[in-house]
Nanobody, 118 residues
């Protein structure tokens, strides 16, 4: 049974930090490119950060470059999103996604709420 379970969301003040985690199970984690997406109320889901298909290369949305860092621990089957210097506009539900590197498989987590507010 495939599972992606996000955690670490919450309420934080502008300028603060959070680290999101996404624990994966039920598939071979190292064979998947992991990504973080987010969806704010009334907006479409957007890519925040991702490992590309080329090894450990990463890509970020322009809006989070220099503030967010994606990382993964294959031994723990977990992907992280370190979010620093948070802004009001970072408020959203954050989702992790697993995309098969050599298969069309794609899995999503249930999301974790991040609220940036003073």
């Amino acid at each position: 049974q495939v599972q992606l379970v996000e955690s670490g969301g919450g309420l934080v003040q502008p300028g603060g930090s959070l680290r999101l985690s996404c624990a994966a199970s039920g598939f071979t984690f190292s064979r998947f490119a992991m990504s973080w997406y987010r969806q704010a109320p009334g907006k479409e889901r957007e890519l925040v950060a991702t490992f590309t298909s080329a090894g450990d290369s990463t890509k970020y949305a322009d809006s989070v470059k220099g503030r967010f860092t994606i990382s993964r621990d294959n031994a723990k089957n977990t992907v992280y999103l370190q979010m620093n210097s948070l802004k009001l506009e970072d408020t959203a539900v954050y989702y992790c996604k697993a995309r098969g590197l050599w298969t069309p498989s794609e899995y999503w987590g249930q999301g974790t709420q991040v609220t940036v507010s003073s």
